[in-house]
């Protein structure tokens, strides 16, 4: 993407990698959010106009860095309007400034967020380096109650499922791994 002007449309496989994310999630996001409008031309291939790539930043930083819900997005692209989200895609604030999310309407959407210090550090555990799964909920514990995603009984206990699930199914992945390397050598 470094040859390319500002202006230039992208391929759904720039885009996903300029995101840092797989192209089925730009595909289900389309599903998702009616304000994702790619070009499509022969043979199905998506084109992303700049300000398409703006709105997909806006929505990975809500989604991934701010903890938003895909319904809560919705609400936000229903009540600030796509906008309001490509600026926040291009760097803008998402709460307080001068932007929409100032207005009385946006006070309950983007809540305030405590930033973690710089100085916090989160608590060592013998399997962080071993196991991304436990980085993360390090750092989520270690941030302020108000900074934490807010998720429900039923989906925090889904989602530890699924996380026990996924450790298992690497440990299943390292053992395979380990007794094809013995009988190989």
Request: aromatic residues 6%; proline residues 8%; positive net charge.
């Amino acid at each position: 993407m470094d040859n390319k002007s500002a202006d230039a449309f992208r391929t759904i496989s720039e885009v996903a990698e300029d995101l840092d994310i797989p192209q089925h999630v730009l595909r289900f996001w389309e599903t998702r959010f009616s304000q994702i409008k790619p070009l499509k031309r022969g043979g199905g291939r998506r084109y992303y106009r700049p300000d398409d790539v703006a709105l997909l930043k806006g929505i990975r930083r809500l989604l991934y860095g701010e903890g938003y819900t895909i319904k809560g997005l919705q609400r936000i692209l229903k009540e600030q309007g796509p906008r309001y989200v490509q600026a926040i895609g291009r760097g803008g604030e998402i709460a307080g400034g001068n932007g929409p999310a100032s207005s009385p309407a946006a006070a309950h959407i983007a809540p305030s967020r405590v930033e973690p210090t710089p100085t916090a550090q989160p608590a060592q555990h013998p399997h962080i380096a071993a196991e991304p799964g436990f980085a993360a909920k390090a750092l989520l514990s270690s941030l302020p109650r108000s900074a934490q995603p807010l998720v429900g009984a039923d989906d925090l206990a889904f989602l530890k499922a699924t996380l026990s699930e996924l450790i298992e199914c690497r440990r299943l992945l390292h053992s395979a791994l380990a007794t094809t390397a013995t009988e190989d050598a």
